[in-house]
């Protein structure tokens, strides 16, 4: 099983501004997906965004886009233009081709947006 | 579409007890998967099935937990007997993508567990 770090957790930002989510993770996999799940407080996980191992252009998705820095073994996800429904947690969940590209969670960042 | 349903959305029972907790999947998808997600951690796998047969349970607790998809549709995730340490939301996702193939998971808005 590999190690999944979201060093950050819990993070304010100003309604409006962007906000940046860091996420780094163990893998000898050359090729794995990168995905990011939002969590409400309903309780729900949201799919946001995916990313390539092999994708040569960073993900983006709406308000939602990625730093992919393969060499680093790490991505951030950067969400613009912070709205009061973004308060939530985020979770980075990188998934292997070796272990059957099942998602592996992060113990994620917990994002409050203020008004 | 509907969405992965659910239920019972809040269980409390107390330990030594048994609980069931059922998932209905998207129609169509046939991988389905349970998580579990202990208070302030991400969700873990606990089992993987594609249609009615087991890809995945090598994190379930097999001495007291255990999964069933009889028909390759609906699932039920039993615990027995409960321990205080299942305290935690029991996340239900469904796949329309094979197991071993990549792609977004589609989850339920889980069934918390309390064990007193």
């Known amino acids: 099983a590999q190690k999944i770090t979201q060093t950050q957790p819990g993070m304010f930002v100003q309604e409006k501004e962007a906000v940046t989510l860091d996420c780094t993770y163990d893998?000898?996999?050359?090729?794995?997906?990168l995905f990011w799940y939002k969590q409400p407080s309903s309780g729900e996980m949201i799919f946001l965004i995916y990313?390539?191992?092999?994708?040569?252009q960073n993900a983006t998705e709406g308000r939602y886009s990625l730093n992919f820095q393969k060499a680093r073994k790490s991505t951030n996800l950067v969400i613009s233009a912070s709205q009061l429904g973004d308060s939530a947690m985020y979770f980075c969940?990188?998934?292997?081709?070796?272990?059957?590209?099942?998602?592996?969670f992060g113990g994620g960042t917990r994002v409050l947006v203020k008004p | 579409e509907a969405g992965v349903a659910q239920s019972p959305r809040y269980k409390i029972i107390e330990k030594r007890q048994s609980v069931a907790f059922w998932c209905n999947p998207i129609?169509?998808?046939?991988?389905l998967y349970w998580y579990q997600q202990i208070l302030g951690q991400g969700p873990k796998l606990l089992i993987q099935?594609?249609?009615?047969?087991?890809?995945?349970d090598s994190q379930l607790p097999k001495d007291r937990f255990s999964a069933e998809r009889l028909k390759g549709v609906d699932s039920t995730l039993k615990i027995q007997p409960a321990k205080l340490e299942d305290s935690a939301v029991y996340l239900c996702?469904?796949?329309?993508?094979?197991?071993?193939?990549?792609?977004?998971?589609?989850f339920g808005e889980g069934s918390r567990l309390t064990v007193l």
């Open positions: 996702a469904s796949s329309p993508y094979a197991a071993g193939n990549t792609g977004e998971l589609f």
């Open positions: 893998t000898s996999d050359q090729s794995y997906g």
């Open positions: 990313q390539g191992s092999y994708d040569e």
């Open positions: 969940a990188p998934s292997e081709e070796a272990a059957g590209n099942k998602l592996t």
């Open positions: 129609s169509g998808h046939a991988t």
């Open positions: 099935f594609q249609n009615n047969g087991v890809v995945d």
